[in-house]
């Protein structure tokens, strides 16, 4: 690629990230984005113009989970005052176990993940792989687990503004990423933060697809083009970047979720030619693609064990982990496109088509599977309560009078 055409992309990325921070920074800081956003453009130089974003991006984000933080806080400080004002009682406990089964999803996903991380670093221990393998996946594992603490996960599931632009800009970012340089013998772009290395497609495409999902209960919503046109730029991005699995991957879940019943006719249409578009595009960019090359510990991990491995027991349990991947979709219903997604990706993953995700080295993997935890859409609403008399004993009822017979003489 030719140098105004880098220059040219790293000033369009400079733009985007800083419409990332005008998004993120909170309202109480919002003139000082602005005055971000017009220093910005005064900006000439693409690497000092990409400097400056990255930190003024950083910031916005410090101060978003500062201010989470904070209203955590409150929460937690009102629901105490509840507690001593109202004590245990049933209008306490429902919303608390309502509360608990949404976020169960969390839960039993990160659980999921960290005993697939733990199984694979003792896999590489026992089995000669470099040292710092298996500490790099639970580092990452670490800083998953940190991040999707710190994220908004009730905005998530049921904000359709919020899944929107959060899908235009994962979209953005990977179509932003096609100006990273490719690496000799392996797939994608990797972006090179530090000592590490993070693969930007494992890392993006899975919350950007579970994002365009819209939330439970909101079907006939009017749908917005954030999700349409991020799911657009996504496309392009893997045809771009020559990943006919993951095309062909999101062009059957779009498949599947244009057949709900639940959806309006234009979702219907939308989802379909989105469909059609990803499989056209694996089509066409399988024609160029070649099989990557088999690295130990890192591709067809679990029939690596399988042949190399003596311990039998060792090898049961990394098949166990990794089934217990998909073990929120069958738990939850609205889990189950995120079920569904990482089942397609351990199965392309057995004949070496991708990598082994969690069980292999690849620290992406494990950010991309806990983060799109978070990107799970809310559970449909349950039925409406009944009312507080229908639980009342009919001998306990006060008896029904006429509207003549409440007045009382003065």
Avoid at 256 to 267: F, G, I, K, M, V
Avoid at 297 to 321: E, R
Wanted: some cysteine; proline content about 7%.
């Amino acid at each position: 690629m030719s140098k105004p055409a880098q220059t040219a992309l790293r000033l369009v990325l400079a733009r985007w990230l800083m419409r990332a921070c005008l998004a993120l920074m909170p309202k109480a800081q919002a003139p000082w984005a602005q005055a971000m956003a017009a220093e910005l453009d005064e900006i000439r130089a693409a690497g000092a113009a990409c400097s400056f974003a990255f930190g003024c991006l950083a910031l916005a984000l410090k101060l978003r989970l500062l201010s989470n933080w904070q209203s955590a806080a409150a929460s937690a400080k009102r629901m105490t005052g509840a507690f001593v004002y109202r004590g245990l009682s049933g209008r306490l406990l429902k919303p608390m176990h309502t509360h608990m089964h949404e976020a169960s999803v969390a839960r039993i996903g990160a659980a999921s993940a960290c005993l697939a991380v733990l199984v694979g670093g003792v896999f590489m221990a026992t089995t000669g792989a470099p040292k710092a393998w298996p500490w790099m996946n639970g580092l990452s594992l670490a800083f998953a687990l940190a991040s999707l603490a710190l994220l908004p996960k009730q905005g998530l599931q049921t904000d359709q503004r919020l899944r929107d632009r959060l899908c235009l800009l994962l979209g953005s970012l990977l179509l932003a990423s096609c100006a990273l340089e490719a690496r000799e013998g392996l797939n994608g772009r990797w972006l090179q933060l530090g000592p590490v290395s993070v693969q930007l497609v494992w890392l993006l495409v899975p919350s950007l697809l579970l994002l365009s999902n819209r939330p439970a209960g909101q079907a006939q919503a009017s749908r917005h083009l954030g999700s349409g046109l991020g799911l657009l730029l996504a496309i392009a991005a893997l045809w771009a970047q020559t990943e006919p699995m993951w095309l062909l991957l999101m062009g059957l879940m779009l498949l599947l979720r244009s057949a709900r019943r639940s959806e309006p006719q234009a979702a219907h249409q939308a989802n379909a030619l989105l469909a059609c578009l990803a499989l056209l595009a694996a089509g066409l960019s399988s024609q160029h693609w070649q099989m990557p090359s088999s690295q130990a510990f890192v591709d067809q991990v679990l029939l690596q064990a399988w042949s190399h491995s003596p311990q039998p027991l060792l090898t049961g349990l990394m098949l166990a982990a990794l089934l217990l991947l998909v073990l929120p979709g069958w738990r939850h219903r609205h889990a189950r496109e995120h079920s569904l997604l990482w089942a397609g990706l351990l199965l392309m993953s057995l004949p070496g088509l991708l990598p082994t995700p969690l069980l292999g080295m690849g620290g992406s993997a494990i950010l991309g599977y806990v983060l799109s935890l978070a990107a799970v859409s809310g559970p449909e609403p349950g039925p409406q309560a009944p009312s507080k008399a229908a639980h009342t004993p009919r001998h306990r009822r006060e008896p029904h009078q006429a509207p003549w017979r409440r007045l009382k003489p003065r």
